[in-house]
């Protein structure tokens, strides 16, 4: 199946949905991508697991218009382990009428689907899709299929490096009930999150790192069951978009056998402030800033502990924190909170260094792109999926110990694509034959 790039396509996309409901690189990317496919003339409609109806048992979709994108709402999807992990494994793998994706897909009659999440996905979605025909295409923003936790990180450790514990195996004693995991879907849930939010302010502090459980190697079977079910949703798709070589390392880490396409092409955003060859002057670094949530697999306490030193160094230096309304007591760090685009603009105007610690293997780490497009320079871990377009020289194993090394890293130009050029690389993608 090939399609000539010049004419109009019918796009089917499966993301989460839209903020404030949905937040996250994922939700942004998604609705980027889709807003530029619709500014260059296609057709698009999202298709987003959305509110449960307790009164109604079977999903179903209501339609609807929303941020200048036509959308069909999966009213009583599965599950959405959005503000925790799977507790009831169960709960994920339901069957459905397939009826109600026929009749979407008849109705609709996409050129292609862009899966950009299993979560809340009925397997007879894929099935039905598959045979009509469609063809499937599936971007890896994070690893939630081939594993429970979306980044295979738990309470400090990575399981992407681990050849002795299995995620699967050891993910229940951190799972939410499915309840809990409802309440999230529900309609009023976002404004009494935020409601909560400005009553009651998140306390971060180094006390407060997540304490590890004992892992096991017995099997849970219950959970490797779930494992099957996503593997077997994952043999649907026709064409996967790594974006990233670490993403491709990993998904290929743990199935070396599927037989897929494939394309690794970074992603893009509309926050990227000038695209092209972007030429970052060389000053001395003075201002330090972290920015993303203020979490342990972010690295965010390595970068407290780092700044720490970087402030002691000099009476003139700063270090900065921003990306999270929670609040942080730690002597010297001037916290920004969340942003926005406009803001961060501003923001890193008094910057001179940005530090992403990640430690897990992000699949990309679309911040970093967006902080060089202001002419900012970044500092990254090697773990980050953004690597494939970061000079190396920016890159390092661990930052714990770079205080002393900060003024040394040098750095002439980048070349960061813009969102236009990223959706022509996209629908190659699509054209891709199989």
């Not at 940005?354 to 990309?364: D, G």
């Amino acid at each position: 199946m090939k399609w000539c790039s010049n004419k109009p396509m019918k796009i089917l996309h499966y993301a989460l949905g839209f903020p404030p409901e949905r937040t996250g690189g994922l939700v942004k990317y998604s609705l980027d991508l889709m807003n530029e496919q619709i500014s260059q003339g296609h057709d698009v409609v999202m298709v987003f697991p959305g509110r449960v109806n307790f009164l109604k048992r079977e999903p179903y979709f209501k339609f609807g218009n929303r941020q200048n994108i036509p959308y069909a709402e999966l009213v009583n999807s599965l599950p959405l382990p959005l503000i925790g992990n799977i507790k009831n494994p169960q709960d994920f793998m339901k069957h459905t009428d397939s009826k109600v994706f026929v009749n979407l897909l008849e109705s609709e009659k996409p050129d292609v689907i862009h899966i950009h999440t299993l979560m809340g996905l009925y397997g007879e979605f894929l099935e039905e899709a598959q045979k009509l025909n469609i063809k499937i295409v599936f971007t890896t923003h994070d690893y939630f299929g081939i594993s429970p936790h979306p980044k295979m990180y738990l309470s400090g450790h990575d399981f992407v490096d681990d050849k002795k514990y299995d995620i699967w195996n050891n993910i229940r004693p951190y799972g939410s009930k499915t309840i809990k995991l409802r309440i999230n879907q529900l309609s009023l849930y976002p404004a009494l999150r935020n409601l909560v939010k400005n009553i009651k302010k998140t306390s971060v502090s180094l006390d407060g790192l997540p304490e590890q459980i004992n892992l096991t190697t017995k099997v849970d079977s219950d959970f490797q069951r779930l494992k099957k079910y996503y593997i077997n949703m994952l043999q649907y798709i026709d064409v996967i978009h790594f974006n990233s070589s670490i993403a491709k390392k990993v998904y290929e880490q743990f199935l070396p056998n599927m037989q897929w396409k494939s394309s690794t092409v970074g992603i893009a955003s509309n926050n990227i402030y000038k695209s092209g060859e972007i030429r970052i002057a060389e000053k001395t670094i003075k201002s330090i800033a972290y920015i993303g949530p203020y979490t342990e697999e972010k690295g965010f306490f390595d970068y407290l502990s780092l700044s720490t030193k970087f402030i002691a160094k000099d009476s003139g230096n700063k270090a900065f924190i921003m990306g999270d309304n929670s609040s942080v007591n730690y002597d010297g760090v001037i916290n920004l909170g969340r942003y926005s685009k406009s803001s961060l603009i501003k923001n890193l105007k008094t910057i001179d260094l940005v530090i992403l610690p990640s430690k897990w293997h992000e699949t990309f780490g679309l911040i970093a792109l967006e902080v060089l497009s202001s002419g900012t320079k970044v500092l990254i871990t090697k773990k980050m999926g953004v690597k494939d377009i970061v000079p190396e020289n920016l890159q390092v194993d661990n930052i714990s110990n770079f205080s002393n090394n900060i003024n040394s890293i040098k750095m002439e130009q980048i070349n960061i694509p813009s969102m236009q050029l990223h959706t022509k690389k996209i629908f190659e993608l699509y054209d891709t034959t199989y």
